[in-house]
């Protein structure tokens, strides 16, 4: 592939990272953030008489992640500031205070408590599966500690699928297709791929890369056993600054196809590496190439061999289309996470229905929900508290609009995933208060 890294950036863009790395030196790190990420209209209308809804925002703002955590935290900002404005919260309105984890647990969990001395009762958080279980289990000690104080963590990223699972609990919602989910659907494709017989993965060094390597070997196994897996590699987190070695030894191992989570930075360099050393033949099925900034670093020549599983494209014909035209017109950006349109809406929705902006009452009121999403059924399942969204498949091609920014190419979508195929089986055993009412079980196989 010939790869290219990301080019220019906007002056608006030039500006935010500015104010951003101020972070770093400041004493008030949630101050700052808000200050750099937060537009005064996130609030909604200055006259309204409304109650705030502080939500943590606890990811990467500074560091090799920066640019990942910095997008997720604007795709917040607009969505609140929509909910906002449009006045559908009836007496309330979302206010986003972004703290800089630098995917780092220790520090999220110091956020966390800061959150909490600040009188912040939501943490939001997405990028990395090890912060994620650092918080699952911060959150329950905290609420066994605070009975009267409790707080509710919406993961829209995080997707180890233990976290759904062995680590699942009430407080806890992950709005976002686990590893397994997403694995089976790449699987389901890959079998259908008779050039394939040679697969090398290739994954970052902790909780989540080595979910997905798992899930890989299992899944392929069960669906075309005669394919090899040629190559199972970890490279540590954020560390990595030259993957050659690791393109010569795909290279070396005859795969025509690698399979990775690699995400943010580390998959930028992973796409540049590959080019740089003029790796042909070979297919790339991902979880986070598209993630802004990337296919810009993939270049031209991964047209037609990088392919990615994610809940939204742009290429889909939805509502959602003019939704990312119009953060794309304020922020300069591809729109990316699609989940970030139903985790505020069905945020929104449960604190309608609950008429409180309690914890528990909006958790009781998010398990079993159903939301019919610009791309279809959306279920928040009420036997672990995940979300199950519509699936889509798509690959990198040339001359498919609307172009992503900075390329002549676009995510055109090869196979779509309904929501009701990706219900796999959990372990979770859901813990509620006693005598708890769910709401809405629209979706509930614990028979409840």
Known sequence: MSFRLAGRRSAAANNLYSLVGRIRKSASVAGLAAAALLSPLAMGPAHAATKVIKIAYIDPLSGPFGPVGILGAQGYEFMFNKINHSGELKGYTFKLVPFDDKVNPATALVDAEKASDEGIRYLLQGNGSNVAFALVNWVKKHNRNHPKDKMLYLNYAAIDPGLSNS???????????????????????????????????????????????????????????????????????????????????????????????????DMSLLAKAAGQANLQGVRF????????????????????????????????????????????AKYHKDWYYGSQVYLTEMLAKAVKEAGTDDPTEVALHLEGMHYDSPVGDVYIRA??????????????????????????????????????????????????????KLYNA???NTGK
Request: proline share 6%; net charge positive; aromatic share 12%.
């Open 167 to 265: 680590d699942c609990g009430l407080y806890h919602f992950n709005f976002d297709a686990n590893v397994n989910m997403k694995m089976a659907a790449l699987v389901s494709y890959i079998k259908t791929q008779k050039n394939i017989h040679k697969v090398f993965l290739i994954n970052m060094d902790y909780s989540f890369g080595h979910s997905v390597a798992e899930a890989a070997k299992e899944m392929l196994k069960r669906a075309r056993p005669d394919i090899k897996i040629v190559g199972d590699v970890f490279t540590p987190i954020g560390q990595t600054k030259d993957y050659t070695p690791f393109i010569y030894k795909i290279k070396q191992s005859g795969a025509q196809a690698v399979i990775t989570g690699n995400w943010g930075a």
């Open 442 to 444: 629209y979706y509930n």
């Open 383 to 436: 036997d672990n508290n995940a979300a199950v969204m519509p699936m889509y498949l798509s690959i990198l091609e040339k001359g498919v609009k609307p172009y992503l920014s900075g390329t002549d190419m676009q995510w055109k979508v090869v196979k779509r995933i309904p929501a009701i195929n990706l219900m796999l089986p959990t372990s979770c055993q859901m813990e509620r208060p006693k005598g708890a």
């Open 285 to 328: 099925f991902t979880f986070y190439a598209g993630i802004p900034g990337t296919p810009e670093a993939i270049g031209d020549a991964g047209a037609g061999r990088v392919m990615q599983i994610t809940p939204w494209a742009a290429t889909v014909n939805s509502s959602e289309t003019k939704l990312a035209d119009e953060f794309e």
